[in-house]
């Protein structure tokens, strides 16, 4: 079985940290104003390293194939980055321009600067990741999907809006939704690492 990836041990070594380190309480405590801060803190700083660690992953990947490209190969993931890349052609009056070399690396910078532009961990921010590398967005667990998406948009909610506002977080319910997550994105980073160790074209 396909072991995952060192940038995933990292995730899972990281949130275990956070979890010592903000989850120190019992669950009946948690309405407590000072365990709120460490849960919110908590949703916070898991939300950065999911984040990180999807971006990292991502260029990762795009790293290999740019090394292959240069071999004058073209990896499985290029060719779906290039099936949906939204670089366009302009029409270019420069000869090289039109080039399939410059083309494809105009596929590459186009969605390395997707990558850089990113700014979270919904569902659209994953389709928008993965998709174009050639991940099965549908072959992923729907329910994870859901969880992580909603873990997202609470984050927006902390970030965004004052305390008064905000719902009030538990520590059973915060744990077991990072596990979830994690599970989830244990997954997807096997299918990234098969997905980077096919050698056969996918179409």
Known sequence: MMTPSIYFKDLESRVEFLR???????????????????????????????????????????????????????????????????????????????????????????FEALISQNNGIKEKNLMKLFIPLGIDFQSLDQSWISTIDSYGSSRGDIAHKSYSVQVQLDKTSEGKNVTIILEGIKELDIKVQKLRNLRKRPF
């Open 20 to 110: 010592k380190n903000f989850l120190n309480f019992d669950d009946i405590e948690s309405p407590q104003p000072e365990n709120q801060d460490k849960l919110k803190s908590f949703k916070l700083l898991v939300h950065a390293e999911v984040e990180s660690y999807l971006e990292n992953i991502v260029n990762d990947m795009i790293s290999i194939n740019k090394k292959q490209w240069k071999k004058k190969k073209i990896t499985p993931s290029l060719y779906y980055l290039i099936l949906f890349s939204s670089a366009k052609f302009g029409g270019e009056k420069k000869i090289a321009d039109l080039s399939v070399k410059k083309r494809i690396d105009n596929n590459i910078a186009s």
